[in-house]
């Protein structure tokens, strides 16, 4: 047995390093968790996936944490039986070694296995890796480790000794916020690193080197902006913008577009960028992902989305849908778009920066005037995109239209009624006709609890009826937005042609 306080003082006065390695996979290249990546990969520890992708961002499930804990401890384990889940001979040793105790969780099966692993569980793991060859640390290291921990009461009761083990032997390591995040999800990156450092502990290698990544392009650019540029490059690459919108994040997007064509938002926050946002314009990717890319090549870089987001003590769930997928990645929070009815092609990407995204601890954003003007401008402009996308021409905006569009979804809002045809019994045609419209044709689009504009276009697309009026024969628009009532936000469009 080593005594922590011995383990210390041999790595302050005689430190040996783990040489950097070559990087195994074309995604690893750029990313902060490579060089403990490339250390499982020097011994045989972890693979990649057919299509030379690490997917290091991906979650992890707790049966491929189990592999890469064993493998990492040198352990054998027996071949699954025929017809047996492949992770059970896993699942089996991890218990016999005390790794994991049945208590914690619903069943050792394929049905709890297969599921993401929770970074409390990670800590109970890795934990009791390290303890089978080393000494628990004094109550007094411990209670260092706790004072690091701004969300220790959030951890469950059963894991919060292995999570401050973790903590106070440098296996496990929080967020800049000084948060944990218990009930997040870990993922294939921060498992290679626990991982990693098990492998060095037990074949005494020392410290993992961590080098500096070669510079090379961002991730993701759209118009040739990346997230973290500054607003002079904005300005001198793209010009004085069409306007500039609030969002929900407090901070502005500077709009532009060629009469609705390579339709890009850059978010500006303190001169630099801090969100990019385009639907069906220039959008380029450092692995190869592009607007017209499925939804097939996007998992297969970056497997399933998120089903939630961890912001410090707050967890917000994220609903799945095959309309798009969120994934939290080195550059940012990147959202997906696909277009259902188009081979499910990516028609609109996403990205915030993880500091903005992560200080933005709300689903629904602070109403007020700035940000409604800003909701509906969009709710304009993505129509005219994506008619210009699909072959038909522009809409132009009617105001009259848009004050009926307001009308609408405020009183759906404080009559708390969701229809087209309100309590009085009537119709869009009734409104726009009593505003003074007259008309040869008109159509109405309604939404409620969407987070955004954008996020509420992209209902509409992918909704078949109101993707036919999104499309339709129309030749002017009016839309309307307001903030509370049960749903929080509501949309509405009136297209027409007038008489």
């Not at 939804?295 to 849908?321: E, H, P």
Request: charged fraction near 20%.
């Amino acid at each position: 047995m080593r005594k922590l306080g011995r383990l210390l003082l041999t790595l302050v006065l005689m430190v040996s390093l783990v040489a950097p390695v070559a990087f195994a996979f074309e995604d690893t290249d750029q990313h902060w968790g490579r060089d403990y990546i490339g250390t499982l990969v020097k011994y045989g520890i972890v693979n990649g996936y057919p299509d030379g992708s690490f997917r290091p961002d991906a979650q992890i499930t707790r049966s491929e944490f189990l592999v890469m804990t064993l493998k990492s401890l040198g352990e054998t384990v027996r071949t699954a039986s025929s017809g047996e889940y492949w992770g059970q001979p896993y699942i089996d040793k991890a218990k016999a070694l005390g790794l994991i105790q049945s208590s914690d969780f619903a069943s050792l099966t394929a049905s709890t296995f297969d599921r993401p692993i929770l970074r409390e569980e990670m800590a109970g793991i890795v934990s009791a890796a390290y303890l089978r060859s080393n000494e628990r640390p004094t109550a007094s290291t411990l209670d260092i480790a706790a004072d690091k921990i701004s969300d220790l009461d959030a951890v469950r009761d059963c894991y919060q000794e292995p999570t401050l083990v973790a903590y106070a032997v440098k296996l496990l390591s929080g967020y800049t916020d000084g948060s944990f995040r218990p009930a997040g999800t870990a993922t294939r990156a921060e498992s290679s690193v626990v991982s990693a450092k098990l492998l060095a502990d037990r074949l005494n290698l020392g410290d993992i080197v961590v080098s500096t990544p070669p510079v090379s392009s961002p991730t993701f650019k759209v118009a040739g902006i990346s997230i973290g540029d500054s607003l002079e490059k904005v300005t001198q690459t793209l010009g004085t913008p069409v306007r500039k919108d609030l969002s929900e994040y407090g901070f502005e997007w500077y709009v532009y577009h060629k009469t609705y064509k390579d339709y890009v938002m850059i978010g500006i926050s303190s001169g630099k960028v801090v969100g990019l946002f385009t639907h069906y314009g220039p959008f380029e990717s450092a692995i190869g992902l592009r607007m017209g890319s499925t939804r097939s090549d996007v998992q297969s870089k970056y497997g399933a989305g998120l089903t939630k987001i961890n912001k410090g003590t707050f967890t917000f769930l994220i609903q799945t849908s095959e309309e798009f997928d969120t994934y939290k990645l080195q550059a940012g929070y990147a959202t997906f778009f696909y277009d259902l009815a188009d081979s499910k092609k990516v028609m609109a990407f996403q990205l915030i920066a993880p500091v903005t995204e992560e200080a933005f601890k709300s689903l629904y954003p602070t109403a007020s005037a700035g940000l409604r003007t800003a909701y509906e401008k969009q709710t304009f402009d993505l129509v005219n995109v994506f008619r210009i996308a699909k072959g038909k021409s522009v809409v132009t905006y009617n105001a009259t239209a848009s004050k009926v569009a307001y009308a609408h979804s405020l009183d759906m809002l404080n009559r708390s009624f969701f229809d087209h045809v309100n309590p009085d019994g009537k119709s869009p045609f009734d409104r726009m006709q009593a505003a003074g419209l007259s008309f040869s044709a008109a159509s109405e689009n309604i939404a409620a609890g969407y987070i955004n504009a954008v996020t509420t276009h992209m209902g509409w697309v992918n909704s078949p009826g109101h993707r036919v009026n999104l499309l339709g024969n129309y030749t002017q628009l009016g839309t309307g937005v307001a903030f509370g009532g049960e749903y929080k936000q509501y949309f509405t469009q009136n297209f027409l042609t007038p008489r």
